[in-house]
């Protein structure tokens, strides 16, 4: 099935155009994102894939500063580069966090068999923009409502703690003083 979704950026005054084809835990995105950072617009690109569970790969543009970012993992979650090199302080996280975009919180709830009030802890590879920097990081998520077509979720990291709603296909509808979703 595929998706189309817009966000708005609270923070940069930018936005974000995602389309994706999910099929179970599997799925492949491509989006565009305009920002504004120190006051300079940039343009942002980055596609992705998981499949049966595992995040497999993620490629990241930037192209007013030349800079790109590619990550492939492997079934145990390792983390290679674009040269094929691992990056040690990586293994073990799962998914990524691409810190100018909601749509990333998607990929640990599309992943996860939920129960209602029980926290599941995820090992992410945040990748802050536009710096393209990497590390690892704990987020936890935790079901705490469930409706037809509505779920929400309390989200916590080392920096941030907020509810997120989703809607039935696990895309962000409101990131709370982040992200809104406009279509």
Known sequence: MKRTAVWENNRTYGSELLEV??????????????????????????QLEAADGWMKRVHLEIPA???????????DHRWLDSDGEEALELAGAIEVDISCTPFTNSLPIRRIEWRLNRPEVCQMVYI?????????VEQ???LIEENNDCRSFEYSSPTYRATLEVDSDGLVKDYPGLFTRKY
């Open 128 to 136: 802050k923009v536009p710096e393209l920097t990497l590390h690892k």
């Open 140 to 142: 936890v998520y935790t």
């Open 21 to 46: 084809t999910l099929s179970g835990t599997s799925l492949r995105a491509q989006s565009t994102l305009i920002t504004l950072e120190d006051a300079v617009p940039l343009k942002i690109e980055y």
């Open 65 to 75: 500063l030349n800079r790109s970012l590619y990550l492939e993992s492997t079934p």
